[in-house]
């Protein structure tokens, strides 16, 4: 099961925690994996881990938000994807009032407009070919509320909004559309937003505090429901929103 040979995939963001996880998982159940990332020396990090293992790899440098840099990724890969995870994303601490406009049109930008325009640049030779996975990498906080992320958030509910929209417009030609919502993972991501309190350790509690389990999940755990929505097993599975929170979302 969950078998991926013969297959393509994109990972953005793949420089490192959650993608370079997706990245590896992928490559060891057969695929061709590009990974692809601003930080051209992480993606270079992940493809040679994934080569040292006897897994089929490529870094790419890739801005989602340039299209040059998209073209180009285009251009490289030179053939249809099975499967795209839209994984690169950015985040910051602050409520409305503590918010610049500067810092909302940096998360938009990013985490929406790249995605819209990453999946719109890949998205035609699957539905040519009428198959293909497209797992965009949302959070909890596209289905609920965080405190003092704002943006993030705002955001990210825009992530789980576009993955319905793709999946009602396009899911009938084969290709299907889902987003993964994790809750607080332990990746270089989140130690940047954790710097960015005045108490780091307080702030690692607390965050901790939302999962039941008492910890922050594994990139490798992410990875494993990526894995799943890129195999064939998840055929039926198309407009979701994958939760993977650790009953952060079942209430406290």
Same mark, same amino acid.
């Given at each position: 099961?969950?078998?991926?040979?013969?297959?393509?995939?994109?990972?953005?963001?793949?420089?490192?925690?959650?993608?370079?996880?997706?990245?590896?998982?992928?490559?060891?159940?057969?695929?061709?994996?590009?990974?692809?990332?601003? #930080?051209?020396?992480?993606?270079?990090?992940?493809?040679?881990?994934?080569?040292?293992?006897?897994?089929?790899?490529?870094? /790419? $440098?890739? #801005? =989602?938000?340039? *299209?040059? %840099?998209i073209a180009a990724a285009r251009?490289? =890969?030179?053939?249809?994807? *099975?499967?795209?995870?839209?994984?690169?994303?950015?985040?910051?601490?602050?409520?409305?009032? &503590?918010?610049? &406009?500067? *810092?909302?049109?940096?998360?938009?930008?990013?985490?929406?407009?790249? &995605?819209? /325009?990453?999946? $719109?640049?890949? +998205?035609?030779?699957?539905?040519?070919? $009428?198959?293909?996975?497209?797992?965009?990498?949302?959070?909890?906080?596209?289905?609920?509320?965080?405190? *003092?992320?704002?943006?993030?958030? &705002?955001? $990210?509910?825009?992530?789980?909004?576009?993955?319905?929209?793709?999946? +009602? #417009?396009?899911?009938?030609?084969?290709?299907?559309?889902?987003?993964?919502?994790?809750?607080?993972?332990?990746?270089?991501?989140?130690?940047?937003?954790?710097?960015?309190?005045? %108490?780091?350790?307080?702030?690692?509690?607390?965050?901790?505090?939302?999962?039941?389990?008492?910890?922050?999940?594994?990139?490798?755990?992410?990875?494993?429901?990526?894995?799943? /929505?890129?195999?064939?097993?998840?055929?039926?599975?198309?407009?979701?929103?994958?939760?993977? #929170?650790?009953?952060?979302?079942?209430?406290?």
């Amino acid at each position: 099961m969950f078998s991926l040979i013969d297959k393509v995939a994109l990972v953005t963001g793949a420089g490192s925690g959650i993608g370079a996880a997706i990245a590896e998982a992928f490559a060891t159940a057969g695929a061709q994996v590009f990974v692809a990332d601003r #930080d051209e020396a992480g993606a270079q990090a992940t493809s040679a881990r994934i080569g040292a293992a006897g897994g089929k790899a490529q870094a /790419l $440098k890739l #801005d =989602i938000t340039s *299209d040059a %840099d998209i073209a180009a990724a285009r251009a490289a =890969i030179g053939k249809p994807l *099975d499967i795209l995870v839209n994984n690169a994303g950015v985040g910051a601490v602050g409520t409305i009032l &503590t918010t610049s &406009t500067a *810092d909302l049109h940096r998360l938009l930008e990013v985490n929406v407009t790249g &995605t819209f /325009l990453v999946t $719109k640049a890949f +998205l035609p030779p699957m539905l040519e070919r $009428k198959r293909g996975s497209v797992i965009s990498l949302a959070s909890i906080g596209g289905l609920v509320g965080i405190r *003092d992320r704002f943006a993030y958030t &705002t955001s $990210k509910f825009a992530i789980v909004g576009m993955t319905k929209a793709l999946a +009602l #417009d396009h899911s009938a030609s084969g290709v299907r559309f889902n987003a993964i919502c994790p809750c607080r993972v332990e990746t270089p991501f989140v130690a940047k937003r954790l710097a960015e309190y005045p %108490d780091p350790v307080a702030a690692r509690r607390d965050m901790e505090s939302t999962q039941l389990a008492g910890r922050m999940a594994r990139p490798d755990e992410i990875a494993a429901a990526a894995l799943y /929505l890129a195999s064939d097993e998840a055929a039926m599975v198309t407009g979701s929103s994958f939760v993977i #929170d650790s009953g952060w979302s079942a209430g406290r």
